[in-house]
């Protein structure tokens, strides 16, 4: 088992950054390819950001490359999000997921473990 709490999340103005955490506890964090999710009200659940489990893979969908990072600590048993430019679409509640099959995947059901959630809200 894969434990995963998600932090950082608040409100935000357009325009503005937040960098999320996710600390993780249980199996061996290294083991583990790590994904960020986001579910907006009345939506399905999309993927945001993909990392492999030794950082140097990464990778994004169009609707936020460029302005997202992912990262990971694996001393520290953390993968990180920074979102900068953010824009009221944004706004939605963020997951992140561990994956333990080699290969950055993009589907909700490649991931075996999931955090609680962290909200995120960009005002206009």
């Known amino acids: 088992q894969v434990q995963l709490v998600e932090s950082g999340g608040g409100l935000v103005q357009a325009g503005g950054s937040l960098r999320l955490s996710c600390a993780a506890s249980?199996?061996?964090?290294?083991?583990?390819?790590m994904g960020w999710f986001r579910q907006a009200p009345g939506k399905e659940r999309e993927f945001v950001a993909a990392?492999?489990?030794?950082?140097?893979?990464?990778y994004y969908p169009d609707s936020v490359k460029g302005r997202f990072t992912i990262s990971r600590d694996n001393a520290k048993n953390t993968v990180y999000l920074q979102m900068n430019s953010l824009q009221p679409e944004d706004t939605a509640v963020y997951y992140c997921a561990a994956d333990k099959d080699l290969g950055l995947r993009t589907r909700q059901s490649n991931y075996e473990y999931w955090g609680q959630g962290t909200q995120v809200t960009v005002s206009s």
């Open positions: 249980g199996r061996t964090f290294s083991n583990y390819d």
């Open positions: 990392i492999s489990r030794g950082g140097g893979t990464t």
